[in-house]
């Protein structure tokens, strides 16, 4: 009876405790709410009313045509998915098959080798040598250039005449359609976007403390297991957000192929380039479709990037946080 009395009157105050508990997490939830507000404003204007206004184009066609009973109209006519359709099944479905394997090539190869290159670097400018800050600054060149000039230079460098045939020694039309225009653009493109990927994995590399490598020496381990056990782990962050930062960059990449090879060709045509053409064709609706699609594949490759490598930040604090609960 007096354990049942106790319990009694220590309810009421674990009561008021909890509800102030909970007072206080739905005033730091608004309080999160609030701050968050002007950064979800923003976004909602520059992300999503453009795109829900791109895929309401897209199910429009302008211009002249024909309606259900055979007469003229003109202006913007309701379409439904029939510019989505045309793309998949249509006329234009190889077309559209051809550019998007071009931009999932394109983004495979050379953020592949920008990786492979670019920790290399990292790598490299770590190290304490004399001659490390040049060596720094030289890396940051061809970040540095626009990609509109990058992409004049390499032209001039891959000329039939030019100093890339001169080394092989051989002619090869790298400005034509064709493999070797592909190469073309791998190369341009690995040249330039490597110094991004190298200079955030050595942001990484400067933040492990150096006790870390010398217990590993002192325990016996090489440079190699070092590397492995040590460095990749620990800038494993920081390269995957360069790695999905290039891969978002190359899958919108419209310019340097456009300046070093040209537009229109089959070789070297991205999903982007494509839009861009029938936008300047004056077919918006359909330039809208494949803005669209293109935009749904990045957010695809995204979600898929951050759940796969487990790069979910915000998962991990959740778990995180249900553990503490526990």
């Given at each position: 009876?007096?354990?049942?009395l106790d319990q009694t009157r220590a309810a009421p105050p674990a009561a008021r405790r909890e509800r102030r508990r909970r007072g206080?997490?739905?005033?730091?939830?608004?309080?999160?709410?609030?701050?968050?507000?002007?950064?979800?404003?923003?976004?909602?204007?520059?992300?999503?009313?453009?795109?829900?206004?791109?895929?309401?184009?897209?199910?429009?066609?302008?211009?002249?045509?024909?309606?259900?009973?055979?007469?003229?109209?003109?202006?913007?006519?309701?379409?439904?998915?029939?510019?989505?359709?045309?793309?998949?099944?249509?006329?234009?479905?190889?077309?559209?098959?051809?550019?998007?394997?071009?931009?999932?090539?394109?983004?495979?190869?050379?953020?592949?080798?920008?990786?492979?290159?670019?920790?290399?670097?990292?790598?490299?400018?770590?190290?304490?040598?004399?001659?490390?800050?040049?060596?720094?600054?030289?890396?940051?060149?061809?970040?540095?250039?626009?990609?509109?000039?990058?992409?004049?230079?390499w032209r001039w460098i891959f000329q039939a005449d030019g100093a890339f045939n001169a080394v092989l020694g051989r002619q090869v039309l790298w400005t034509a359609d064709g493999w070797p225009s592909r190469l073309a653009v791998v190369i341009a493109?690995?040249?330039?976007?490597?110094?991004?990927?190298?200079?955030?994995?050595?942001?990484?590399?400067?933040?492990?403390?150096?006790?870390?490598?010398?217990?590993?020496?002192?325990?016996?381990?090489?440079?190699?297991?070092?590397?492995?056990?040590?460095?990749?782990?620990?800038?494993?962050?920081?390269?995957?957000?360069?790695?999905?930062?290039?891969?978002?960059?190359?899958?919108?990449?419209?310019?340097?192929?456009?300046?070093?090879?040209?537009?229109?060709?089959?070789?070297?045509?991205?999903?982007?380039?494509?839009?861009?053409?029938?936008?300047?064709?004056?077919?918006?609706?359909?330039?809208?479709?494949?803005?669209?699609?293109?935009?749904?594949?990045?957010?695809?490759?995204?979600?898929?990037?951050?759940?796969?490598?487990?790069?979910?930040?915000?998962?991990?604090?959740?778990?995180?946080?249900?553990?503490?609960?526990?």
């Amino acid at each position: 009876m007096a354990t049942t009395l106790d319990q009694t009157r220590a309810a009421p105050p674990a009561a008021r405790r909890e509800r102030r508990r909970r007072g206080g997490r739905d005033g730091s939830r608004r309080l999160a709410a609030l701050l968050l507000s002007p950064t979800l404003l923003v976004l909602a204007l520059v992300v999503g009313y453009p795109v829900l206004a791109g895929f309401r184009e897209s199910l429009f066609a302008r211009g002249q045509g024909l309606d259900a009973d055979g007469f003229v109209v003109e202006g913007d006519r309701f379409v439904g998915l029939d510019n989505y359709t045309a793309i998949f099944s249509g006329d234009r479905a190889e077309v559209f098959w051809n550019a998007f394997g071009n931009t999932t090539f394109f983004t495979v190869t050379t953020v592949t080798l920008e990786t492979l290159l670019g920790v290399c670097m990292a790598l490299i400018m770590h190290w304490a040598f004399r001659g490390r800050g040049l060596v720094r600054a030289s890396v940051l060149v061809p970040w540095a250039i626009p990609t509109a000039i990058s992409g004049l230079l390499w032209r001039w460098i891959f000329q039939a005449d030019g100093a890339f045939n001169a080394v092989l020694g051989r002619q090869v039309l790298w400005t034509a359609d064709g493999w070797p225009s592909r190469l073309a653009v791998v190369i341009a493109e690995v040249w330039k976007t490597s110094p991004f990927i190298g200079l955030l994995v050595l942001a990484g590399l400067q933040l492990i403390p150096r006790d870390v490598y010398e217990a590993a020496r002192v325990d016996g381990a090489g440079a190699l297991q070092q590397f492995w056990r040590i460095t990749l782990p620990l800038v494993r962050p920081a390269l995957l957000v360069a790695v999905l930062f290039r891969m978002l960059d190359v899958l919108r990449m419209f310019d340097l192929p456009a300046v070093l090879i040209g537009v229109n060709k089959r070789s070297v045509e991205t999903l982007t380039m494509l839009s861009w053409f029938e936008a300047s064709n004056l077919r918006y609706g359909s330039a809208a479709a494949y803005a669209t699609i293109l935009f749904a594949y990045i957010a695809l490759i995204a979600y898929l990037f951050v759940k796969l490598l487990g790069a979910d930040i915000i998962g991990e604090a959740r778990q995180a946080r249900r553990k503490g609960k526990a």
